[in-house]
């Protein structure tokens, strides 16, 4: 099987590309520096000539109201390249929640993303993942001030960004769910604990307080970034996950 990664260079991109490879397939990444661009369209068709699947792993450059006009454009441009190549199943990469966060910009953004997948030309798949690992010390960054970091009580439920695109990998060379699919980690976390044990395992002494007005996921009450009844959960946790 053939398959174009669209932000295939990226953190999350680059994995599916790999675990697609270490399964036998034919993985093709493609971003601007290889030549194809989203808001223009310029490359895609191109890229997708052949392919079996297409997988949308791109992220907006701005986490503003200016994202929704991106999904929209590239999103659009996406799917009438593929249309037009005959590829057969897309696949998009979301985030566990975007439909119960309506104060989260970006997130009202993935939703309208989700909604043009859903309505386009080409069968689909949706995979919404929760927080990566990896984006746990930079999460905590947009907080951090001094010798303090300041985090909300907010559940998350976070995943190895590996396991992330393993999910999406075996999704992506199966039928099209014409649907959605939750993919979490094992453990759910309240973020000021996540940034406890993240200061304590990097050795940084910082004091982690907890606020829960500080930064973007104060947006998200209860259990709105956990996964739901029926979410694949990945068996990574993040303790051994930082150990390793």
Do not use: C
Not at 41 to 67: F, M, R, Y
Not at 191 to 212: F, K, S
């Amino acid at each position: 099987m053939k398959s174009a990664v669209i932000g295939g260079t990226g953190l999350i991109g680059s994995k599916i590309v790999e675990t697609l490879a270490k399964d036998g397939h034919e993985a093709v990444p493609h971003a601007r520096s290889t030549g194809v661009d989203l808001l223009t369209g310029e490359g895609l068709v191109p890229a997708l000539t052949g392919v079996d699947v297409v997988i949308d792993a791109t992220q907006s450059p701005t986490a503003d109201a200016a994202s929704a006009d991106f999904f929209r454009t590239a999103t659009a441009n996406l799917l009438t390249a593929a249309e037009v190549a005959g590829v057969q199943h897309a696949v998009l990469l979301s985030i566990v929640g975007v439909d119960r966060v309506p104060d989260l910009g970006y997130y009202r953004a993935k939703v309208l993303q989700e909604e043009l997948f859903k309505a386009g030309p080409v069968s689909y798949s949706i995979v919404r993942a929760t927080q990566f690992f990896e984006y746990i010390d930079e999460i905590m960054s947009w907080t951090a001030e001094g010798d303090t970091v300041r985090l909300p009580t907010t559940l998350l439920q976070p995943i190895a960004a590996a396991d992330a695109a393993r999910a999406v990998a075996d999704i992506a060379t199966g039928a099209p769910l014409h649907g959605i699919r939750d993919v979490a980690g094992p453990d759910v976390l309240p973020l000021d604990e996540l940034g406890r044990i993240t200061l304590a395992v990097h050795g940084n002494g910082r004091a982690t307080l907890t606020d829960d007005t500080a930064g973007p996921f104060a947006a998200a009450s209860g259990d709105a970034l956990t996964a739901t009844d029926g979410a694949h959960i990945a068996p990574t946790h993040y303790r051994d996950w930082l150990a390793a």
